[in-house]
Protein backbone atom coordinates (compact mmCIF):
# COMPACT_ATOMS: atom_id res chain seq x y z
CA UNK A 1 0.00 0.00 0.00
CA UNK A 2 1.09 3.67 -0.93
CA UNK A 3 2.16 5.20 2.69
CA UNK A 4 2.58 9.01 2.66
CA UNK A 5 4.50 11.05 5.38
CA UNK A 6 2.29 14.48 4.52
CA UNK A 7 3.35 18.11 6.23
CA UNK A 8 0.63 19.81 7.43
CA UNK A 9 0.78 23.43 7.82
CA UNK A 10 0.10 25.09 11.48
CA UNK A 11 -3.37 26.25 10.13
CA UNK A 12 -3.82 22.07 9.43
CA UNK A 13 -3.45 20.84 12.80
CA UNK A 14 -5.49 23.44 14.52
CA UNK A 15 -8.52 23.09 12.22
CA UNK A 16 -7.87 19.34 11.68
CA UNK A 17 -11.24 17.94 12.61
CA UNK A 18 -11.33 15.04 15.01
CA UNK A 19 -13.79 12.68 13.58
CA UNK A 20 -12.18 9.63 11.75
CA UNK A 21 -14.38 8.61 8.91
CA UNK A 22 -15.59 5.32 8.23
CA UNK A 23 -14.30 2.69 6.00
CA UNK A 24 -17.30 2.01 4.68
CA UNK A 25 -18.04 5.71 3.54
CA UNK A 26 -19.11 6.17 -0.16
CA UNK A 27 -16.13 7.82 -2.55
CA UNK A 28 -18.10 11.06 -2.77
CA UNK A 29 -18.05 10.91 0.77
CA UNK A 30 -13.94 10.57 1.11
CA UNK A 31 -13.41 13.31 -1.35
CA UNK A 32 -15.47 15.32 0.74
CA UNK A 33 -13.87 14.12 4.26
CA UNK A 34 -10.01 14.57 2.47
CA UNK A 35 -11.43 18.27 1.45
CA UNK A 36 -11.82 18.84 5.06
CA UNK A 37 -9.17 17.01 6.26
CA UNK A 38 -10.85 14.65 8.41
CA UNK A 39 -8.67 12.08 9.79
CA UNK A 40 -8.02 8.42 8.18
CA UNK A 41 -9.75 10.29 4.82
CA UNK A 42 -7.01 9.45 2.47
CA UNK A 43 -5.57 6.52 3.46
CA UNK A 44 -9.23 5.00 2.73
CA UNK A 45 -9.06 6.65 -0.44
CA UNK A 46 -5.65 5.40 -1.15
CA UNK A 47 -6.68 1.79 -0.28
CA UNK A 48 -10.11 1.99 -2.64
CA UNK A 49 -7.86 3.97 -5.50
CA UNK A 50 -4.42 2.46 -5.46
CA UNK A 51 -4.60 -0.69 -7.82
CA UNK A 52 -6.11 0.69 -10.24
CA UNK A 53 -3.66 3.70 -10.04
CA UNK A 54 -0.88 0.87 -9.74
CA UNK A 55 -1.96 -0.81 -12.84
CA UNK A 56 -2.46 2.40 -15.01
CA UNK A 57 1.44 4.02 -14.26
CA UNK A 58 2.43 0.60 -14.96
CA UNK A 59 0.82 0.32 -18.50
CA UNK A 60 2.57 3.64 -18.51
CA UNK A 61 6.39 3.31 -17.22
CA UNK A 62 6.56 -0.21 -17.50
CA UNK A 63 8.90 -0.52 -14.55
CA UNK A 64 6.87 -1.33 -10.41
CA UNK A 65 9.55 1.25 -8.74
CA UNK A 66 9.27 3.96 -11.37
CA UNK A 67 5.42 3.05 -10.75
CA UNK A 68 5.57 3.00 -7.21
CA UNK A 69 7.28 6.81 -7.54
CA UNK A 70 4.29 7.88 -9.51
CA UNK A 71 1.76 7.22 -6.92
CA UNK A 72 3.77 8.76 -4.18
CA UNK A 73 3.49 11.87 -5.79
CA UNK A 74 -0.09 11.52 -7.91
CA UNK A 75 -1.33 11.05 -3.73
CA UNK A 76 0.73 14.02 -2.75
CA UNK A 77 -0.74 16.07 -5.45
CA UNK A 78 -4.11 14.96 -4.78
CA UNK A 79 -3.83 15.63 -0.93
CA UNK A 80 -2.62 19.54 -1.52
CA UNK A 81 -4.81 19.64 -4.32
CA UNK A 82 -8.06 18.24 -3.51
CA UNK A 83 -9.62 21.58 -2.86
CA UNK A 84 -9.83 22.63 -5.94
CA UNK A 85 -12.12 19.71 -7.11
CA UNK A 86 -15.68 21.49 -7.43
CA UNK A 87 -17.43 18.26 -8.30
CA UNK A 88 -16.45 15.13 -5.99
CA UNK A 89 -18.22 12.90 -8.68
CA UNK A 90 -15.29 13.54 -10.81
CA UNK A 91 -12.91 12.35 -8.88
CA UNK A 92 -12.15 9.00 -10.08
CA UNK A 93 -11.04 10.90 -13.65
CA UNK A 94 -9.17 13.81 -11.76
CA UNK A 95 -6.99 11.26 -10.12
CA UNK A 96 -6.11 8.94 -13.30
CA UNK A 97 -5.29 12.54 -15.33
CA UNK A 98 -2.74 13.61 -12.25
CA UNK A 99 -1.40 9.84 -12.38
CA UNK A 100 -1.05 10.15 -15.97
CA UNK A 101 0.34 12.97 -15.62
CA UNK A 102 2.85 12.12 -12.76
CA UNK A 103 3.49 9.29 -15.26
CA UNK A 104 5.09 11.71 -18.02
CA UNK A 105 6.40 13.97 -15.83
CA UNK A 106 8.82 10.88 -15.01
CA UNK A 107 9.52 10.00 -18.57
CA UNK A 108 10.68 13.21 -19.13
CA UNK A 109 12.93 13.56 -16.54
CA UNK A 110 14.29 10.54 -17.97
CA UNK A 111 16.64 10.28 -20.26
CA UNK A 112 17.51 6.64 -21.45
CA UNK A 113 14.89 4.46 -21.89
CA UNK A 114 12.76 2.95 -19.05
CA UNK A 115 13.82 -1.09 -18.48
CA UNK A 116 10.28 -3.38 -17.96
CA UNK A 117 9.82 -5.73 -15.52
CA UNK A 118 6.39 -6.48 -15.31
CA UNK A 119 6.38 -9.52 -12.69
CA UNK A 120 2.52 -10.09 -11.71
CA UNK A 121 -0.17 -11.24 -14.28
CA UNK A 122 -1.54 -8.34 -16.50
CA UNK A 123 -4.99 -8.03 -16.42
CA UNK A 124 -5.01 -6.29 -19.70
CA UNK A 125 -4.07 -9.42 -21.45
CA UNK A 126 -5.80 -12.11 -19.66
CA UNK A 127 -9.19 -10.31 -20.36
CA UNK A 128 -8.15 -9.39 -24.38
CA UNK A 129 -6.99 -13.73 -24.92
CA UNK A 130 -8.77 -16.30 -25.26
CA UNK A 131 -8.15 -18.68 -22.04
CA UNK A 132 -6.28 -22.12 -23.57
CA UNK A 133 -7.32 -24.95 -21.25
CA UNK A 134 -3.74 -26.28 -20.93
CA UNK A 135 -2.18 -24.65 -17.97
CA UNK A 136 1.20 -24.46 -20.32
CA UNK A 137 -0.35 -23.19 -22.83
CA UNK A 138 -1.93 -20.78 -20.75
CA UNK A 139 1.00 -18.91 -19.80
CA UNK A 140 2.93 -19.32 -22.94
CA UNK A 141 -0.36 -17.41 -24.26
CA UNK A 142 0.01 -14.61 -21.46
CA UNK A 143 3.40 -14.15 -21.90
CA UNK A 144 3.52 -13.74 -25.33
CA UNK A 145 0.48 -10.83 -25.18
CA UNK A 146 2.40 -9.39 -22.43
CA UNK A 147 5.62 -8.85 -24.73
CA UNK A 148 3.02 -7.66 -27.43
CA UNK A 149 1.40 -4.93 -25.56
CA UNK A 150 5.10 -3.85 -24.31
CA UNK A 151 5.89 -3.14 -27.77
CA UNK A 152 2.89 -0.90 -28.61
CA UNK A 153 3.52 2.43 -28.84
CA UNK A 154 3.41 4.52 -25.65
CA UNK A 155 -0.04 6.23 -26.56
CA UNK A 156 -1.66 2.93 -27.20
CA UNK A 157 -0.04 1.33 -23.89
CA UNK A 158 -2.19 4.36 -21.83
CA UNK A 159 -4.90 4.51 -24.32
CA UNK A 160 -5.97 0.62 -24.04
CA UNK A 161 -4.95 0.15 -20.08
CA UNK A 162 -7.52 3.49 -19.19
CA UNK A 163 -10.09 1.41 -21.03
CA UNK A 164 -9.32 -1.86 -20.23
CA UNK A 165 -7.73 -2.10 -16.91
CA UNK A 166 -8.53 1.03 -15.45
CA UNK A 167 -12.27 0.72 -17.03
CA UNK A 168 -12.37 3.79 -17.42
CA UNK A 169 -15.97 5.40 -19.59
CA UNK A 170 -15.38 7.34 -22.43
CA UNK A 171 -15.98 10.55 -21.36
CA UNK A 172 -13.59 9.85 -18.34
CA UNK A 173 -11.23 9.12 -20.76
CA UNK A 174 -11.98 12.47 -22.86
CA UNK A 175 -11.00 13.85 -19.48
CA UNK A 176 -7.86 12.20 -18.39
CA UNK A 177 -6.65 12.65 -21.82
CA UNK A 178 -7.98 15.99 -22.34
CA UNK A 179 -9.10 15.32 -25.93
CA UNK A 180 -12.43 15.18 -27.39
CA UNK A 181 -14.72 11.80 -26.75
CA UNK A 182 -14.58 11.10 -30.66
CA UNK A 183 -11.13 11.27 -30.86
CA UNK A 184 -11.21 8.90 -27.50
CA UNK A 185 -12.43 6.74 -29.63
CA UNK A 186 -10.84 6.60 -32.64
CA UNK A 187 -7.72 6.58 -30.42
CA UNK A 188 -8.79 3.46 -28.66
CA UNK A 189 -9.99 1.57 -31.87
CA UNK A 190 -6.69 2.18 -33.61
CA UNK A 191 -4.70 0.90 -30.38
CA UNK A 192 -6.61 -2.02 -30.48
CA UNK A 193 -6.19 -2.97 -33.95
CA UNK A 194 -2.84 -2.66 -33.88
CA UNK A 195 -2.45 -5.04 -30.98
CA UNK A 196 -4.61 -7.29 -32.79
CA UNK A 197 -2.12 -7.09 -36.15
CA UNK A 198 0.82 -7.19 -33.90
CA UNK A 199 -0.84 -10.61 -32.13
CA UNK A 200 -1.79 -12.04 -35.53
CA UNK A 201 1.97 -11.51 -37.02
CA UNK A 202 3.36 -13.03 -34.04
CA UNK A 203 1.28 -16.42 -35.03
CA UNK A 204 2.54 -16.39 -38.67
Not at 26 to 35: F, G, K, M, P
Not at 49 to 54: I, Q
Request: with cysteine; net charge neutral; glycine share 2%.
Amino acid sequence: MITLTLPMTATEQISQPVSSVSSTARLEELVLALQERREGALEILITRTEKPCFHLALSILKDRDLSHDALQEAYFVVYRRIGQLKEPAAFKSWLFRIVSRCCHDIIRKRSREIETDLEERDDLVAEMSDQPSDPGQLVTRQEQLRSIFRKLPEIDRETIALREVAHLSYEEMSNVLSIPIGTVRSRLAKARQRFIKAYRKEQN
